[in-house]
């Protein structure tokens, strides 16, 4: 079982930055993928950018060259830097943990909020 918890939401103005972080309790293994997605209001969850134990990256198009997702393998924790921050970019943030390809198991944190004002 693994556990999730992130930190660092908060209130910034438009162009500001926030780093958020997400530290995992129980095993984390070399195959797992950890990420980040958001959801905001009345919006489906989507992608922010993920992360493999190699240092693999992918983005979301709409964070690409703002946004960097890096990974701490020794201390379980993934982190999220958000530059140039944009009022689009407000939502709840979730940590993920995938786990497996044919039939990933995926783990969520509770979310942190972050909003953008203009």
């Known amino acids: 079982q693994v556990q999730l918890v992130e930190s660092g939401g908060g209130l910034v103005q438009a162009g500001g930055s926030l780093r958020l972080s997400c530290a995992a309790s129980?095993?984390?293994?070399?195959?797992?993928?950890m990420g980040w997605y958001r959801q905001a209001p009345g919006k489906q969850r989507e992608l922010v950018a993920t992360?493999?134990?190699?240092?693999?990256?992918n983005y979301a198009d709409s964070v690409k060259g703002r946004f960097t997702i890096s990974r701490d393998n020794a201390k379980n924790t993934v982190y999220l830097q958000m530059n140039s921050l944009k009022p689009e970019d407000t939502a709840v943030y979730y940590c993920?943990?995938?786990?497996?390809?044919?039939?990933?198991?995926?783990?969520w944190g509770q979310g942190t909020q972050v909003t953008v004002s203009s």
């Open positions: 993920n943990v995938r786990r497996g390809v044919l039939e990933p198991r995926n783990y």
């Open positions: 129980g095993r984390i293994f070399s195959i797992d993928v």
């Open positions: 992360i493999t134990s190699d240092g693999s990256t």
